[in-house]
């Protein structure tokens, strides 16, 4: 009986014990704050949110922020992390996913080309890289970000600076 009632009072704090070791590992490095891109070489965006597809025309919800930025454009990883993967999709094109740890993870398409690989630890700010116009649901110059936040897809605009 003492022991449930022990359990009964401290069931906050043995949560709270489990997620301290994730706690831990989570710094102000490894939380996306950055924009992926050079804003002042944006010409127009596309929100994160329903919207008119525009290879579709159909409604849908956009789960990214669409930067339309010339090719050739920088692109840099918004936090700190490891690149989980490198690679090309037909509809995605050249893309990349970063882990960047427990909580939150990234994820950039479109681009006209990959300054990284599968395995390698990145910096905040470094150079992943270069926005483009691959794969067949690109309709320009653009680089498309995804931020997941335990595993769930959230609204990049949160984790930029204002």
């Known amino acids: 009986m003492v022991c449930l009632l022990l359990f009964a009072f401290t069931g906050s704090n043995y949560k709270a014990s489990l997620t301290a070791g994730t706690m831990a590992l989570q710094n102000s490095q490894a939380i996306p704050s950055?924009?992926?891109?050079?804003?002042?070489?944006?010409t127009n965006t596309n929100g994160f949110g329903e919207r008119i597809n525009p290879i579709t025309g159909r409604k849908d919800f956009?789960?990214?922020?669409?930067?339309?930025?010339?090719?050739?454009?920088?692109v840099v990883s918004t936090a700190?992390?490891?690149?989980?993967e490198a690679s090309f999709d037909n509809a995605k094109g050249n893309y990349l996913l970063i882990k960047h740890s427990d909580i939150y993870s990234t994820f950039y398409s479109h681009l006209k080309s990959l300054s990284v690989k599968a395995g390698e630890k990145l910096d905040k700010g470094q150079m992943i890289g270069i926005a483009g116009?691959?794969?067949?649901?690109?309709?320009?110059?653009h680089l498309h970000y995804e931020v997941f936040k335990n595993g769930e897809r959230v609204n990049p605009d949160d984790y930029m600076p204002k």
Do not use: M
């Open 80 to 84: 700190q992390g490891i690149v989980i």
């Open 34 to 42: 950055l924009c992926p891109v050079d804003i002042k070489k944006v």
């Open 62 to 74: 956009h789960y990214a922020v669409d930067f339309a930025i010339p090719e050739g454009e920088k």
């Open 133 to 141: 116009n691959t794969g067949s649901s690109s309709t320009g110059s």
